[in-house]
């Protein structure tokens, strides 16, 4: 296996023009691969090194790879790479460093924040945000308290995270939407948690 194929199988397929150009092959070998229907473009200056519909976990690696350093997954893109949400047909969610910028693609949703690399999960791959702060984001977003509190319920129960791992990260989002409602959310699930009584009181 040559260390292209290598990057290829990490990023589920997905390779920058770039990562090509350094390890072996020539704009030429490129166009060839393109044209014979070898590769795939899937974004500008990202390829897919196989046939056939990509998968949503290859466009995934790919809208981060399209929009370069510090990117990462995040909302519902995050979510459903931890299997916190099913995949379902729509934008990726990409979220940025403040201080840069991506040319807009209809295929991708952009956010951006100055605490972007401290929301970043350091081990997971492709780089998407901690499984607290997705569910923070998602909850924030969403129509109702009962959808939020699906979203919490939802992370807890499949063992993603735990009550008091998002309340804490909570404390680190004060600007957050709906800030004070995800609070009493899960103060809580805390307590139902430790098995106290029902908060707030009745």
Known sequence: MTQLDAIGRRQRGAVT???????GLSPTDLHELIRAGHWQRLLPGIY????????PATM?????LYSGAGAMLCHRS??????LATTVPGVIHILIPENRRVRPHPAMAV??????????????RPP??????TVLDLASLATDA????????TACTRRLTTPDRLADALTRRPRLIRRHEIAALLAGAISRTAGLPPWPPA
């Open 17 to 23: 023009r770039p990562q090509a150009l350094q390890h």
């Open 48 to 55: 897919a090194t196989f046939t056939g519909r990509p998968p």
């Open 128 to 133: 998407q945000t901690r499984v607290e702060d």
């Open 60 to 64: 995934r690696w790919a809208a981060v």
């Open 146 to 153: 009962e959808e939020a509190r699906r979203w919490i319920t």
């Open 111 to 124: 956010h951006r924040s100055r605490h972007a690399a401290s929301r970043r999960d350091p081990r997971r």
């Open 78 to 83: 995050a979510a459903e790479e931890t299997g």
